[in-house]
């Protein structure tokens, strides 16, 4: 017998609802990432693996100020990268892999960060959440960036049960409605790390509570 394919836990209805619901209370969620251009944007997020986006922003804000292209990356070294990121867990790994995209863009890509997430995810440091992240805010792709938070909230709410991030991310394309997947990944990002927190999430302000079949409400 083939092996039950998985599928949410949550109603088409109430899957429905809890999406009006994120898109009534934030329209146009953004991330919390700061970036001028495509480039900075993926750099951004390679910086942001295992870090908070505000460390990340507080790294960045002299970094890109004088490195904001491919060219003007590799012009100022790994030294001069790895000065301006060390405030960054894993600051060392981290400079390496900028300095290697930026130098495979520039071979590669003709200094363009490239649309498709096969050869995002060539790049150095790279992988699939980083790529659909970029292919999500740069590129307007309807994409699924599966984090902590987003993993904590499929399982959590019913939503999207799976055990590894790729199988959340599959179901996730499969049941949210097309009209709310663009920004889907925001609004559940966002909700698990102000809302639906890891160790005392705070339902008694949530606004998914009703559609939300997590036992152990903080009611």
Not at 71 to 96: P, S
Not at 125 to 131: E, F, I, Q, S, Y
Not at 152 to 181: C, D, H, M, S, Y
Not at 182 to 209: D, F, M, N, S, T
């Amino acid at each position: 017998m083939a092996p039950a394919r998985p599928r949410s836990r949550l109603s088409r209805a109430a899957i429905q609802s809890m999406f009006e619901k994120f898109e009534a209370a934030n329209p146009h969620p953004q991330g919390e990432l700061d970036y001028v251009n495509e480039f900075t944007l993926l750099v951004a997020v390679v910086l942001s693996a295992q870090a908070t986006d505000a460390g990340v922003n507080k790294a960045t804000k002299g970094l890109f100020a004088v490195a904001d292209t491919p060219e003007k990356m590799v012009a100022l070294g790994l030294e001069g990268i790895t000065e301006h990121i060390r405030t960054i867990g894993l600051f060392r790994n981290k400079a390496k892999n900028v300095l290697a995209l930026s130098k495979d863009l520039i071979a590669h890509h003709n200094s363009a960060v490239p649309r498709s997430r096969e050869a995002l995810e060539a790049l150095p440091g790279v992988g699939r959440k980083t790529a659909n992240v970029v292919l999500n805010i740069a590129f307007g792709e309807p994409t699924i960036a599966v984090d902590t938070h987003l993993f904590r909230i499929a399982n959590r709410t019913g939503l999207a049960p799976g055990k590894t991030p790729l199988a959340v991310e599959t179901l996730l394309e499969k049941v949210i409605p097309p009209q709310f997947l663009l920004h889907a990944h925001h609004w559940l990002i966002l909700h698990g790390r102000y809302v639906c927190k890891a160790r005392k999430p705070e339902c008694h302000r949530c606004i998914i509570a009703e559609e939300c079949l997590f036992k152990d409400k903080t009611l």
